[in-house]
């Protein structure tokens, strides 16, 4: 009888010991992934900045989206094709994702860093996490472990410090920077989406991101005609040109594909607690590249929102072991 049951026992931890290893290798590529998602997000910020005065929001908004579309079209449309039928079911879904997370989010971002600094932006970004845990709460009743909540307050805190600049008289008299507010929008936004990719069909990541950019380019051009009656439209010159094409190839493109992948490895919530790590890479990039400053109030914020990731991945982890 032992001749029979040992080698399954064995067999049995041996396929325990692969599969924990391969869950752990899955966690830590996420964790890679995520980290350069949000230094390529943190340089849309920095890029999104030096653009004031090269090209209006709503044109650099649709160039990004329209060029993202027709590179993906013509390098994966067999592949779109193939998994058209399940697009198809799905259309209006997949669409209103790309008009929600990406439309929603670059228009209230580009135009936020017209009246704020790119440290603020970065760092309120920060706050993401609040919202996709609310979204996914509220949209697919997602349970959020208790070190969760606390991790994402105390994310939420540092954002306010930013917003009131560090003075609490700001926040009595809701004296709150209009590109701050803009931000928060843009967090919003994007957080609705983080937490509604969750329920995306079983595509392939390119006819995913192909549909979401023709989501967001479609909605984009009724706002460039708006810009453009109001006088507000700038075509880019060189200078423009040449923050088009990076923000194009690292935030729109690679950090989209990451991100995408990081949330199918670890989830929404988990992967949304790392955009916390924008306020870090915001602020280098910030202060070296384009020589902003860095007051006191930033370094508490980033502390207090670096400390929040830290808190609720713990509490994600914990949750997730908990969980068949």
Not at 69 to 92: E, N, P, T
Not at 142 to 163: C, N, T
Request: proline share 3%; aromatic share 10%.
């Amino acid at each position: 009888m032992s001749n029979h049951v040992l080698p399954a026992v064995t067999k049995e931890r041996g396929s325990t010991f692969v599969w924990q290893r391969k869950k752990g290798n899955a966690i830590y590529k996420a964790y890679a992934l995520l980290a350069l998602t949000t230094l390529f997000w943190a340089g849309n910020s920095i890029a999104g900045k030096l653009a004031v005065g090269h090209v209006s929001p709503m044109v650099l908004v649709t160039i990004r989206w329209a060029i993202v579309m027709v590179a993906l079209f013509v390098l994966s449309r067999k592949q779109i094709a193939a998994d058209w039928q399940a697009i198809r079911g799905r259309l209006a879904y997949l669409l209103l994702l790309g008009v929600v997370g990406f439309t929603g989010f670059s228009v209230a971002l580009y135009y936020a860093l017209v009246y704020t600094t790119a440290i603020n932006a970065s760092i309120l970004q920060g706050g993401m996490p609040l919202f996709v845990f609310a979204a996914s709460f509220i949209l697919f009743s997602s349970r959020i472990a208790m070190e969760q909540m606390l991790g994402f307050i105390l994310s939420f805190i540092g954002v306010i410090v930013i917003a009131m600049q560090g003075e609490v008289a700001n926040l009595i008299a809701l004296n709150v920077n209009v590109g701050d507010a803009l931000v928060i929008v843009a967090i919003i936004a994007y957080g609705i989406y983080t937490a509604a990719l969750r329920s995306k069909p079983p595509i392939h990541w390119t006819s995913l991101l192909f549909m979401l950019c023709v989501g967001a380019t479609c909605s984009s051009v009724p706002l460039l005609v708006l810009e453009a009656t109001q006088g507000g439209s700038r075509l880019p010159d060189t200078q423009g040109w040449a923050l088009i094409a990076f923000i194009v190839v690292f935030p729109s493109l690679l950090a989209q594909v990451f991100y995408i992948r990081a949330v199918e490895l670890i989830g929404a919530n988990r992967a949304g607690l790392f955009v916390n790590l924008l306020p870090l890479w915001g602020a280098l990039l910030a202060v070296t590249l384009i020589g902003e400053a860095f007051h006191s109030y930033h370094a508490v914020a980033v502390l207090m929102i670096l400390a929040g990731i830290g808190l609720a991945e713990y509490g994600g982890r914990k949750l997730s072991r908990r969980q068949p």
